[in-house]
């Protein structure tokens, strides 16, 4: 092996550490997912169920600072439709590790302000 392909492979390997490094470095939001598996209780449906998340996701999701977007996601067709997915983004780890149910709480109890109302509330949804 001669001197200069010693060095060319040296610093070939030196710039691909580099650039590899780089390039695999974490850029961008943060994706936390969490699965869900149920089954349908009798007397509940999936359009109620559908129209109180979104109740849920529009007076408390979209208004907490720390949540970029959230998506809800579950298979529609076959047999068993029981998973439900859900996919939220943060700008920073910081933010979805401060992310506790507190901010979710607070967000909650302005909306609905009594204790009735969430009662009521949360009722339908564990329904």
Known sequence: MTNSYKLFSILFVTVFILTAEFSFSQDGN???????????????????FDSLATLLNENVTKKNPKIVSQRII???WGSDSRQLIIIREYAKIEDLVLDDDNTGNELFRAHWKTDEERKAFNQAFRK
Request: no cysteine; proline share 5%.
């Open 74 to 76: 579950r298979h529609q």
């Open 30 to 48: 943060i994706v936390y997912v969490q699965t869900w598996e149920f089954q349908m209780p009798e007397g509940g449906s999936w359009a109620e």
